[in-house]
């Protein structure tokens, strides 16, 4: 019986193909966006995530606060607060942070015979390495003693490796490098493995050299630019951003001399971002399949009008309301469920398309295809309720002798 | 058996009253061959209209094998027209999407018979009225008699205790007409109940028995000899 009237709409859908095809093409586009957004929204997610973890996992970024401008002077970062001590403080402080290396950070211009070539010069710890998750790839790199002794050795990112020696080996080569109007000696020691480019930026075109080294001979200053803490958990980095405010505020005197800034407080603002735009796309994906819903009815409703007389001819053969009416709710439903595949197939396209630009892997996830196809069967239901009621109380006599 | 008592219809157009049947009384009694005449507006339609179980009488009692329909639900109406009664049309109303033995399963869909017994039932009926080898043709690809035989089948296949033909040769030139009336007299000497309502003489006369209305009351009801 539900096998026949199912054959009756397809039938009758066929018949008239292109009719069928426009009046579902308000649900193709919103199921299509469903799924297209559901997609890409988790692609642009996993890709965001990828570069934060890129910054290494469970780091909290200490970094000086930003001075009032008052009384002529410029508005500027403190310059003058962050020390070794303090950083080594804050590790002895905080049980929560694991490790913590302090960062200097300067540019500088690297010669290497004909070669040179402009590079940013960070002046850090040995645990740089870990906290980062980013290694050499020969040689080595910093060690406790270079910074014990201030020794000059640095320690080359892959591009600028390659740049300076090209396909030589530059292991125990010396660079000069250009530091202000100073001229130093370096003995390379390692080169860093190649590190995708993420939200931390380009690692590949650095140089490490012992922080201080970087203090004391190059930089001439007592304060480091910032410290990179790393805590086990995601939930001790929490606890450990509460540890080093408490701690620096009290040191410090004030929590307006520094900033911090951990992976979840980023991964918290791009939620948002990503959840406002979601809300605004799904909004959009909904009214589409609203408007889907009122096309499927105007056309079911033409459709009942236009067979009057074979209800009327059923209904004599001895169909009951119910019979009439499950016939056009069947052929709506199947209106809004082929329109959902078909949605489905262009959302996916769709999805394929932008994740190819995006450079992001393809995720069609089974539940957003399940959702949209419910949601376009509901709206067939839902809409073709009107007609298929309709149609069902229409008066035998009256249908029969419509022309 | 059917017995019509003192039936009254009437419509209203806005607020008038046109009274279409007056007062019709009579019965049919099974294995008939019943002829019921009159010019249009002579509310032959309507007549036919409540023996068919299309409508409801204003007034009066519709009685069909001990039942009588004038207080029952839409829905056992409807079983009524599946089982009771065989409709054959001025217009052939054959699906024209569907094949001609699909058209003839349909008061079987309703009636709850599973596929195959369907297809055995529809198949038998369509042998009675001669059109064995069409089955799978489209209503237009078959000419006006085959198309009323087609219908006859349909009608026939659930074996109803009448079977009621509304002018049935009307959209169909004599010689083919005369092989529809004579398809009817073959079931009627098979013993089915037959009522065929025209506004020709000549066609009424191919029955036993002719009631003949003019504006909503029976003038005759005749045995033809």
């Given at each position: 019986?539900?096998?026949?009237?199912?054959?009756?709409?397809?039938?009758?859908?066929?018949?008239?193909?292109?009719?069928?095809?426009?009046?579902?093409?308000?649900?193709?586009?919103?199921?299509?966006?469903?799924?297209?957004?559901?997609?890409?929204?988790?692609?642009?997610?996993?890709?965001?995530?990828?570069?934060?973890?890129?910054?290494?996992?469970?780091?909290?970024?200490?970094?000086?606060?930003?001075?009032?401008?008052?009384?002529?002077?410029?508005?500027?970062?403190?310059?003058?607060?962050?020390?070794?001590?303090?950083?080594?403080?804050?590790?002895?402080?905080?049980?929560?942070?694991?490790?913590?290396?302090?960062?200097?950070?300067?540019?500088?211009?690297?010669?290497?015979?004909?070669?040179?070539?402009?590079?940013?010069?960070?002046?850090?710890?040995?645990?740089?390495?870990?906290?980062?998750?980013?290694?050499?790839?020969?040689?080595?790199?910093?060690?406790?003693?270079?910074?014990?002794?201030?020794?000059?050795?640095?320690?080359?990112?892959?591009?600028?490796?390659?740049?300076?020696?090209?396909?030589?080996?530059?292991?125990?080569?010396?660079?000069?490098?250009?530091?202000?109007?100073?001229?130093?000696?370096?003995?390379?020691?390692?080169?860093?493995?190649?590190?995708?480019?993420?939200?931390?930026?380009?690692?590949?075109?650095?140089?490490?050299?012992?922080?201080?080294?970087?203090?004391?001979?190059?930089?001439?200053?007592?304060?480091?630019?910032?410290?990179?803490?790393?805590?086990?958990?995601?939930?001790?980095?929490?606890?450990?951003?509460?540890?080093?405010?408490?701690?620096?505020?009290?040191?410090?005197?004030?929590?307006?001399?520094?900033?911090?800034?951990?992976?979840?407080?980023?991964?918290?603002?791009?939620?948002?971002?990503?959840?406002?735009?979601?809300?605004?796309?799904?909004?959009?994906?909904?009214?589409?399949?609203?408007?889907?819903?009122?096309?499927?009815m105007?056309?079911m409703l033409?459709?009942v009008?236009?067979?009057?007389?074979?209800?009327?001819?059923?209904?004599?053969?001895?169909?009951?309301r119910r019979?009439i009416m499950r016939?056009f709710l069947?052929?709506a439903?199947?209106?809004?469920?082929?329109?959902?595949?078909?949605?489905?197939?262009?959302?996916?396209?769709?999805?394929?398309?932008?994740?190819?630009?995006?450079?992001?892997?393809?995720?069609?996830?089974?539940?957003?295809?399940?959702?949209?196809?419910?949601?376009?069967?509901?709206?067939?239901?839902?809409f073709g309720i009107y007609p298929a009621y309709k149609a069902s109380r229409l008066?035998?006599?009256?249908?029969?002798?419509?022309? | 058996?059917?017995?019509?008592?003192?039936?009254?219809?009437?419509?209203?157009?806005?607020?008038?009253?046109?009274?279409?049947?007056?007062?019709?009384?009579?019965?049919?009694?099974?294995?008939?061959?019943?002829?019921?005449?009159?010019?249009?507006?002579?509310?032959?339609?309507?007549?036919?209209?409540?023996?068919?179980?299309?409508?409801?009488?204003?007034?009066?009692?519709?009685?069909?094998?001990?039942?009588?329909?004038?207080?029952?639900?839409?829905?056992?109406?409807?079983?009524?027209?599946?089982?009771?009664?065989?409709?054959?049309?001025?217009?052939?109303?054959?699906?024209?999407?569907?094949?001609?033995?699909?058209?003839?399963?349909?008061?079987?869909?309703?009636?709850?018979?599973?596929?195959?017994?369907?297809?055995?039932?529809?198949?038998?009926?369509?042998?009675?009225?001669?059109?064995?080898?069409?089955?799978?043709?489209?209503?237009?690809?078959?000419?006006?008699?085959?198309?009323?035989?087609?219908?006859?089948?349909?009608?026939?296949?659930?074996?109803?205790?009448?079977?009621?033909?509304?002018?049935?040769?009307?959209?169909?030139?004599?010689?083919?007409?005369?092989?529809?009336?004579?398809?009817?007299?073959?079931?009627?000497?098979?013993?089915?109940?037959?009522?065929?309502?025209?506004?020709?003489?000549?066609?009424?006369?191919?029955?036993?028995?002719?009631?003949?209305?003019?504006?909503?009351?029976?003038?005759?009801?005749?045995?033809?000899?």
């Amino acid at each position: 019986m539900i096998l026949e009237t199912l054959r009756i709409a397809l039938r009758s859908m066929a018949s008239n193909k292109l009719r069928t095809f426009l009046s579902m093409l308000g649900i193709i586009i919103g199921v299509a966006a469903v799924i297209a957004i559901v997609s890409i929204g988790t692609g642009a997610r996993g890709e965001v995530t990828s570069q934060i973890a890129n910054l290494g996992s469970n780091t909290i970024n200490i970094n000086p606060g930003t001075q009032r401008g008052e009384g002529g002077r410029i508005s500027r970062p403190y310059t003058d607060i962050f020390t070794l001590e303090l950083g080594e403080n804050i590790q002895n402080f905080s049980p929560a942070v694991q490790a913590i290396v302090p960062v200097g950070q300067g540019t500088a211009l690297l010669i290497s015979g004909s070669s040179n070539i402009r590079a940013t010069v960070v002046g850090t710890a040995p645990d740089y390495q870990a906290i980062n998750d980013y290694f050499p790839e020969r040689g080595r790199f910093l060690l406790v003693e270079d910074l014990d002794v201030n020794s000059n050795v640095i320690i080359l990112g892959s591009e600028v490796a390659g740049d300076l020696f090209g396909e030589e080996d530059p292991l125990g080569k010396k660079v000069r490098m250009n530091f202000g109007n100073r001229t130093h000696i370096f003995n390379v020691a390692g080169v860093m493995q190649e590190k995708s480019i993420g939200l931390a930026g380009n690692f590949n075109t650095q140089v490490y050299i012992p922080i201080t080294t970087y203090m004391q001979k190059v930089a001439n200053t007592r304060y480091v630019d910032s410290y990179i803490a790393q805590a086990d958990s995601s939930t001790d980095a929490k606890i450990a951003v509460g540890q080093i405010e408490y701690f620096l505020t009290r040191s410090l005197g004030s929590s307006d001399k520094f900033r911090l800034t951990s992976q979840d407080q980023i991964l918290e603002v791009i939620d948002q971002v990503t959840n406002t735009l979601n809300i605004m796309l799904g909004g959009i994906a909904g009214i589409s399949l609203l408007v889907g819903g009122i096309g499927i009815m105007n056309i079911m409703l033409v459709s009942v009008t236009e067979r009057t007389r074979e209800i009327g001819i059923r209904k004599a053969l001895g169909a009951k309301r119910r019979h009439i009416m499950r016939q056009f709710l069947i052929e709506a439903l199947s209106l809004g469920g082929i329109g959902g595949v078909v949605g489905i197939g262009f959302g996916r396209l769709g999805a394929g398309v932008i994740a190819h630009f995006g450079g992001w892997a393809l995720v069609i996830s089974t539940v957003s295809v399940l959702l949209a196809f419910g949601f376009s069967l509901l709206v067939g239901l839902f809409f073709g309720i009107y007609p298929a009621y309709k149609a069902s109380r229409l008066d035998p006599v009256k249908a029969l002798s419509y022309e | 058996m059917i017995e019509v008592k003192d039936l009254h219809k009437t419509y209203f157009m806005g607020k008038i009253k046109v009274p279409a049947l007056r007062g019709v009384s009579f019965s049919v009694k099974d294995g008939e061959f019943l002829a019921i005449m009159g010019p249009s507006g002579s509310g032959k339609s309507t007549l036919m209209h409540l023996m068919g179980c299309l409508d409801y009488p204003t007034a009066g009692e519709y009685w069909i094998d001990g039942k009588e329909i004038s207080s029952i639900s839409d829905d056992r109406l409807a079983e009524i027209r599946n089982q009771k009664i065989g409709f054959v049309f001025q217009q052939f109303n054959l699906l024209s999407r569907t094949t001609i033995l699909q058209n003839v399963e349909i008061p079987l869909i309703y009636r709850g018979v599973s596929l195959r017994k369907r297809r055995q039932l529809a198949r038998e009926a369509l042998e009675k009225v001669g059109l064995g080898h069409r089955l799978t043709h489209k209503p237009n690809e078959i000419s006006g008699g085959q198309k009323q035989r087609v219908a006859i089948a349909r009608a026939l296949v659930n074996n109803p205790a009448i079977l009621l033909a509304d002018e049935p040769t009307g959209n169909l030139d004599s010689k083919t007409g005369q092989e529809i009336l004579e398809i009817f007299n073959d079931l009627n000497r098979q013993g089915h109940t037959i009522v065929l309502v025209t506004h020709e003489k000549e066609i009424a006369e191919y029955s036993r028995r002719i009631i003949e209305l003019r504006d909503g009351i029976i003038l005759k009801d005749e045995v033809v000899v």
